[in-house]
């Protein structure tokens, strides 16, 4: 009976994992054509996927890398003012480090016997059983895992639900090297995040564990033509830098600082899509669905971690019911259908809040509560 994972991101690589510490083996094929083919983004805000870390027997290794004093925060508002600044103590719980993504990738990878994941291997399309390649090959399967991210193409073997755009558009840069190059930048950012929200966008810069910090600056309430009507041209960073801080006209140019300070290579778009709350799909007992291509959510720090839940649910459940995949799968799936659906709900809350003109203020009072 094979198991044919499509991608190996936190959900497909967490699956992997936990069926090889169940004794069953599975072949994850991956679009990248290697493990370093494409740099993997930022930071993640590990809570209860830590629960499906442990299940994967990794949590020591993870605690052992995971950044405690990513958990620190100062928030501001775009004057410059100064709303809340949390520090995190030495010796704070690690309820939600934060870790590099290539280092959860690579912790998950290197956990794998060697040769479980085929790279180049973009999954094209899948009949009678069989999985076929853009690069030409194909292979058997038993049992199809989409663990294939936003804009899964395994989707729509189970429904025709398609993401739709969430009113947002980000711009992402970094400063890499901030220490070296930029220490009073380094020193206003602080060990963890950096949030500044203010009339409808918002700057989210961050501190990573290779010595750059991560920038995201929003655009709420703004259509998919965002970019085009905003004349952002991503062939020609310099202007974007500049078309960004234009944007942000009255902001304090310590805030905007970071921006110029951005260098050319990081620049890249980002407009942000979400799959409608709730979704479900009739089970079928030869195909399902892990982590964001089951239900991609607003990025407010639950989509890794129900991923990685995904996967250890959905392995826990097909070591359970061995041999019985339409079993396995209906189980998972229930359980998935009901946790996700909470966090989605929970998500598309946060999001509401961070939309809003006043987002600051609900944001201190949201971790304030008076
Ligand atoms: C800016 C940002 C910040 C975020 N921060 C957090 C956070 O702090 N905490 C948190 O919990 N979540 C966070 N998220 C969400 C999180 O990144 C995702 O929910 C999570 O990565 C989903 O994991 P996944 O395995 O489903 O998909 P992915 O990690 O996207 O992996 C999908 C894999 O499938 C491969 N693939 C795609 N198409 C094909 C194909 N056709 N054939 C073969 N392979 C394919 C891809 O190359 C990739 O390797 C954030 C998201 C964004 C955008």
């Known amino acids: ?145 989409g663990a294939d991210g936003a804009n899964s193409r395994v989707r729509s073997l189970l429904t025709d639900a398609r993401p739709a755009h969430l009113g947002q558009n980000a711009v992402e840069l970094a400063i890499p090297d901030i220490d070296r190059t930029h220490p009073d930048l380094a020193a206003m950012v602080g060990r963890g995040n950096y949030w500044v929200f203010g009339d409808g966008k918002s700057l989210a810069a961050q501190r990573n564990g290779d010595g750059c910090v991560r920038i995201g600056v929003s655009f709420y309430n703004t259509g998919e033509d965002w970019f085009t009507t905003n004349g952002i041209r991503f062939d020609d960073p310099p202007a974007v830098r500049a078309r960004l801080i234009e944007l942000l006209a009255g902001w304090h140019p310590r805030i905007t600082a970071l921006i110029a300070a951005a260098s050319d290579d990081t620049v890249a778009p980002r407009p942000l899509a979400t799959l409608p709350v709730g979704l479900t799909w009739p089970s079928n007992p030869t195909v399902t669905l892990v982590g964001d291509a089951a239900h991609l959510m607003p990025p407010v720090g639950e989509g890794a971690n129900m991923a990685l839940l995904d996967g250890a649910v959905l392995g826990a459940a097909l070591a359970a019911h061995r041999g019985d995949f339409g079993a396995a799968v209906a189980e998972y799936e229930k359980e998935m259908f009901e946790r996700t659906g909470k966090a989605a709900r929970m998500s598309a809350d946060m999001q509401e809040l961070l939309m809003s003109p006043d987002a600051s203020r609900r944001l201190l009072e949201f971790f304030q509560p008076s």
Do not use: K
Request: charged share 25%; aromatic share 4%.
């Open 1 to 145: 009976m094979t198991i044919a994972i499509v991608g190996a991101g936190m959900g497909g690589l967490a699956l992997a994992r936990v069926l090889h510490v169940n004794g069953i083996e599975a072949v994850v094929y991956e679009r990248d054509a290697a493990r370093g083919a494409r740099r993997q983004g930022g930071m993640l805000d590990i809570h209860s996927g830590q629960r499906a870390l442990r299940e994967a027997g990794l949590l020591e290794r993870f605690l052992a890398i995971a950044r405690r004093e990513g958990q620190d925060m100062r928030l501001l508002e775009p004057d410059g003012t100064l709303l809340l600044q949390e520090d995190t103590p030495e010796d704070a719980p690690m309820a939600r480090p934060e870790i590099d993504r290539t280092d959860l990738r690579t912790l998950l990878l290197d956990s794998l016997p060697e040769g479980t994941v085929r790279w180049g291997h973009a999954f094209d399309h899948a009949e009678d059983g069989v999985v076929h390649f853009a690069n030409g090959s194909s292979a058997r399967y038993d049992l199809l895992v």
